[in-house]
């Protein structure tokens, strides 16, 4: 297994596990509120309807909650670790703190913010049941075509720096794969339609909520930035005591 693999799935866990205790501190008390709020609604629209006890209890909530973010983010771990060994052949003389930070910003952005911005989070329960599956296959398919947007850039400037060694040509490359990627991303946008169920639920509730939802999301990027460069270094450090060369950022053999 690549050693940035190893690196990616491992930062990517124990940021995950980390960000599932902020979300339990700050996030879940924000959705309880939302649910009481709902269930509110609910009662005032149908007063004879039977109360019903929640299918699982709060214990349980809060540990799936965390198992769920460190799944998600091993899985966000992949992702960065295949943005790493991509980034490092597009500038093979970044240090390994300056590739993970780009990483974690373009997966931030990719996965967590831009999906946002066009699909605001909002807590559960919250929109009819009757278009969920329309409206999370609408942000799964934003997500998918903004990774690949990503990706397709990422190999496009990879290519961009074998085929033109001079460094005019090479910006005015860069600017025209970044200009295409900007078109990419409107047009994405805008080909997307919006979310069609109203969000009937108090304003200072509904920001609340989508603040905490992206600052987690923000720090489980970060956390997995400097967990994997400080996973980066410590593997250069083992190999320079046992007398190794290898690339701090793939682990590939480097010659001498």
Known sequence: MPRILI??????????LLVGGFHNLFTVPVIERAIDFEEAQSAS????APEEDPLVSLGAQRWGMAAGTGIYGAILGVVFAAAVTVLRK???DWKP??????AAALGFWALSLF???RYPLNPPGVGESDTLTYRQGLQTMFMILSVLGVGVLLFGLREINGRFQETS?????????????????VIMYFAHPANPDPVEM?????????TLTMVGQ????????????AGMYWYQRRDAKAGNRFDPVTGAPVSL
């Open 97 to 102: 703190l300056a590739i993970a930070v780009t």
């Open 218 to 229: 923000f720090l489980t990027w970060a956390m997995m930035a400097g967990l994997a460069t």
């Open 90 to 92: 597009v500038v093979p």
């Open 115 to 117: 999906p946002f911005i």
């Open 169 to 185: 040509k090479r910006v005015k490359m860069y600017g025209a794969a970044g200009l295409a990627y900007v078109v990419f991303a």
């Open 7 to 16: 690196i990616g799935l491992v930062a990517g866990l124990f940021a995950g």
């Open 45 to 48: 629209a149908n007063p004879n």
């Open 202 to 210: 108090p304003i200072d509730l509904l920001e609340l909520f989508r």
